[in-house]
C-alpha cells in the first residue's frame, strides 16, 4: 500500500500528530512571513497540510486559510486545529486559478513521485497569483523507495527525495522563481526549503 491517500489511516495519522505536533521551530520564521505577505481578505493554501500543525501559525483573523490534503484521516484530525479544509490530490487541486495569494507547501511533496513533480509544481503555479508567494520544503536526497513508516512502524509508505537543483528546476518550469530560504536549526538540515514567487505578467 504506497497511496497517500490510503496509508494514512486513522491509526496512523494519530501517532503521525503525536509526533508531529506543531510547526518546527526552523520553520516558525517563514510561516509568519509567508502569513505576513497575504493582503487583508486575502487566501492562504496549505498544500499537503496533513494533521494542521502548520495551519495555526499561518492563520490570521483578517485572511482566508485553507488546508488541502489527500489523506480523510489526516483532514479529520486537522479538523480540531481548522475548519476550512479541503480533500484533493496536489497534482489535480479542484481549484480555480489564480485563487491564493499565498502558497505553503512543506513536507508534502516527500510522497509525490519524480515523475509526477512536474504536475505538482504547475498546480502549484495555476492556484498562484502573479506577484504571490510560496514556501516549499521537501527532504534532501536523491530518488524515492517504499519505507516503513517511523511512527508506527508498519505502514509502507513511498518518500521522495529532490536535491535542491531538482526542486529548484521543478518550480522554474511551472514558472516560479525560486531563491533558497535561510532556515535553522539541526531539524531542518535534512530539508531543502526555498521561496518561490509567481512573477508578474505570469498566467
Do not use: F
Not at 491509526?11 to 505577505?37: E, F, I, K, M, V
Not at 482566508?64 to 481548522?82: E, S, Y
Not at 531563491?179 to 536549526?185: F, Q
Amino acid at each position: 500500500m504506497t497511496d497517500a491517500r490510503s496509508w494514512y489511516d486513522d491509526r496512523l495519522a494519530d501517532a503521525y500528530d503525536r509526533a508531529n505536533p506543531s510547526t518546527r521551530q526552523g520553520l516558525l520564521p517563514a510561516a509568519a512571513w509567508l502569513s505576513g505577505s497575504v493582503p487583508n481578505g486575502g487566501t492562504l493554501l496549505d498544500l499537503g497540510c496533513g494533521t494542521g500543525r502548520d495551519l495555526p501559525v499561518l492563520s490570521r483573523p483578517d485572511i482566508h486559510v485553507i488546508g488541502v490534503d489527500i489523506a480523510l484521516a489526516m483532514l479529520r484530525l486537522a479538523g480540531r486545529r481548522h475548519h476550512s479544509l479541503l480533500c484533493a490530490d496536489l497534482t489535480q487541486l479542484p481549484l480555480r486559478d489564480a485563487v491564493a495569494d499565498a502558497v505553503w507547501c512543506v513536507a508534502a511533496w516527500v510522497h509525490i513521485p519524480h515523475r509526477n513533480l512536474p504536475h505538482a509544481a504547475a498546480e502549484l503555479s495555476r492556484v498562484l497569483r502573479p506577484g504571490g508567494h510560496a514556501v516549499v520544503g521537501v527532504q534532501r536526497g536523491s530518488g524515492e523507495r517504499v519505507e516503513l513508516d517511523p511512527y508506527l512502524g508498519e505502514a509502507p509508505r513511498l518518500m521522495v527525495r529532490y536535491e535542491e537543483s531538482e526542486l529548484i528546476t521543478a518550480l522554474h518550469e511551472a514558472g516560479l522563481h525560486a531563491l533558497p530560504l535561510a532556515t535553522h536549526g539541526a531539524e531542518l538540515g535534512n530539508w531543502v526549503t526555498t521561496v518561490a514567487l509567481k512573477p508578474y505578467g505570469t498566467a
